[in-house]
């Protein structure tokens, strides 16, 4: 798998704004296959290092996904915050706009959704920012817009698009429960997150009896002060920009933020920014299990001391492909499938994928991330083959 993980990308698009002098990148990290796929992101202090490692990561989650498409990523060096935002995001999406049109799908990524990147697409004439699925996959125009049409449809408590990557992560997290042998009524969670990502990991374990005990956002903690879980659902419904409400008080304690990494829990999940996980904090975190949402989440020498403490530690291209497994559930069956049918694929594609490496690392006594990277490394190359579905 060396070749993957040491290789230079194929294709870097770098971008320097006209007006804010700002820089942007696009990395495609092969070019192997008709599609490419990976997040758009708005990061004070991004590099284009940074774009690199991502779109290498994301052509991982489409090995172990079992996605024929290649990875990319995209992303500008810009304050998330400013009110400038659309405008830097307009002239980037219109920078690179041949690739996407032609084979290059974009998602959202940190600080970016998928309706806020659609919007700016079709100001440039752009059907939507993942319309090269409809060449690669062999569908015309209007019945791919059909089949991306499901994103937008209501379920739980926001929509297919907006819960679909949570969904797939929590999906992940029992995957490691049942191969843990941990019902998931008796089984606690702590979430380090609790943006579109974390929110909707949470939101799904609870409905699936687990109990979420811990939430952090960027500003503090939510701990159980009982035996209790937290009432997710109502956290999610009074919840604005990803933030846990001031004076919450129902069945939890607020802290400092860095309180949730004390949680005694069964799985612990990284589910906002990068390097969450470091050795300090490594060596004290208190769970069974470590299943990252988020993008590089564990750093190298942090995974080490948790493989050394018998700890599993599911790599983030696993645990984190959810959006890109929603992608092969949505595109990949022949017949359209229902919002039912989607979700029920996704949850497989995950829980399959992580039963599969869980299984290959205990038969050849490998760290979880060895054993994923074998099987990428096994994932054959099908250049002209359609991204998703059966290989025909």
């Given at each position: 798998?060396?070749?993957?993980?040491?290789?230079?990308?194929?294709?870097?698009?770098?971008?320097?704004?006209?007006?804010?002098?700002?820089?942007?990148?696009?990395?495609?990290?092969?070019?192997?296959?008709?599609?490419?796929?990976?997040?758009?992101?708005?990061?004070?202090?991004?590099?284009?290092?940074?774009?690199?490692?991502?779109?290498?990561?994301?052509?991982?989650?489409?090995?172990?996904?079992?996605?024929?498409?290649?990875?990319?990523?995209?992303?500008?060096?810009?304050?998330?915050?400013?009110?400038?935002?659309?405008?830097?995001?307009?002239?980037?999406?219109?920078?690179?706009?041949?690739?996407?049109?032609?084979?290059?799908?974009?998602?959202?990524?940190?600080?970016?959704?998928?309706?806020?990147l659609d919007s700016i697409?079709?100001?440039?004439?752009?059907?939507?920012?993942?319309?090269?699925?409809?060449?690669?996959?062999?569908?015309?125009?209007?019945?791919?817009?059909?089949?991306?049409?499901?994103?937008?449809?209501?379920?739980?408590?926001?929509?297919?698009?907006?819960?679909?990557?949570?969904?797939?992560?929590?999906?992940?997290?029992?995957?490691?429960?049942?191969?843990?042998?941990?019902?998931?009524?008796?089984?606690?969670?702590?979430?380090?997150?609790?943006?579109?990502?974390?929110?909707?990991?949470?939101?799904?374990?609870?409905?699936?009896?687990?109990?979420?005990?811990?939430?952090?956002?960027?500003?503090?903690?939510?701990?159980?002060?009982?035996?209790?879980?937290?009432?997710?659902?109502?956290?999610?419904?009074?919840?604005?920009?990803?933030?846990?409400?001031?004076?919450?008080?129902?069945?939890?304690?607020?802290?400092?933020r860095n309180r949730i990494?004390?949680?005694?829990?069964?799985?612990?999940?990284?589910?906002?920014?990068?390097?969450?996980?470091?050795?300090?904090?490594?060596?004290?975190?208190?769970?069974?299990?470590?299943?990252?949402?988020?993008?590089?989440?564990?750093?190298?020498?942090?995974?080490?001391?948790?493989?050394?403490?018998?700890?599993?530690?599911?790599?983030?291209?696993?645990?984190?492909?959810?959006?890109?497994?929603?992608?092969?559930?949505?595109?990949?069956?022949?017949?359209?499938?229902?919002?039912?049918?989607?979700?029920?694929?996704?949850?497989?594609?995950?829980?399959?994928?992580?039963?599969?490496?869980?299984?290959?690392?205990?038969?050849?006594?490998?760290?979880?991330?060895?054993?994923?990277?074998?099987?990428?490394?096994?994932?054959?190359?099908?250049?002209?083959?359609?991204?998703?579905?059966?290989?025909?």
């Open positions: 798998m060396g070749d993957i993980l040491e290789r230079e990308p194929e294709l870097v698009v770098e971008y320097t704004d006209p007006l804010e002098g700002f820089k942007g990148w696009l990395a495609i990290d092969a070019l192997s296959h008709k599609l490419c796929a990976g997040g758009l992101r708005v990061q004070k202090g991004l590099t284009r290092d940074c774009v690199v490692s991502l779109a290498r990561n994301m052509t991982l989650k489409m090995r172990i996904a079992g996605i024929r498409a290649d990875g990319a990523k995209s992303g500008i060096d810009y304050d998330p915050h400013s009110p400038g935002k659309t405008g830097a995001l307009h002239r980037f999406i219109r920078s690179i706009r041949p690739l996407i049109l032609e084979r290059y799908s974009m998602g959202p990524d940190l600080n970016v959704k998928l309706k806020e697409a079709k100001k440039l004439d752009i059907p939507s920012v993942k319309v090269a699925i409809a060449n690669a996959q062999g569908f015309d125009l209007p019945y791919f817009l059909e089949r991306y049409g499901m994103l937008g449809q209501p379920v739980e408590y926001a929509t297919v698009g907006r819960i679909r990557s949570g969904f797939g992560l929590a999906a992940a997290c029992l995957g490691v429960l049942e191969f843990l042998g941990i019902p998931n009524e008796e089984a606690t969670v702590a979430i380090q997150g609790f943006g579109g990502l974390g929110g909707a990991a949470a939101y799904s374990l609870q409905k699936a009896g687990v109990k979420v005990i811990g939430i952090a956002d960027e500003e503090k903690s939510l701990v159980c002060d009982n035996e209790n879980a937290l009432d997710v659902k109502a956290l999610v419904q009074h919840s604005v920009g990803g933030l846990i409400p001031n004076g919450w008080k129902n069945g939890g304690q607020l802290d400092d990494f004390d949680v005694e829990c069964d799985v612990f999940i990284p589910a906002a920014i990068e390097n969450a996980i470091v050795q300090d904090n490594a060596r004290n975190i208190s769970t069974k299990a470590i299943v990252p949402g988020a993008n590089l989440a564990v750093t190298e020498e942090a995974e080490r001391l948790l493989n050394d403490r018998g700890i599993i530690t599911i790599p983030d291209f696993m645990a984190g492909c959810g959006g890109s497994m929603s992608m092969r559930a949505l595109f990949g069956p022949k017949s359209h499938p229902t919002v039912s049918d989607f979700l029920d694929g996704l949850a497989k594609g995950m829980h399959g994928m992580v039963k599969k490496v869980l299984e290959r690392s205990q038969k050849d006594g490998t760290t979880p991330r060895e054993a994923a990277l074998d099987l990428c490394s096994e994932a054959p190359i099908c250049p002209d083959a359609k991204p998703y579905g059966p290989l025909e």
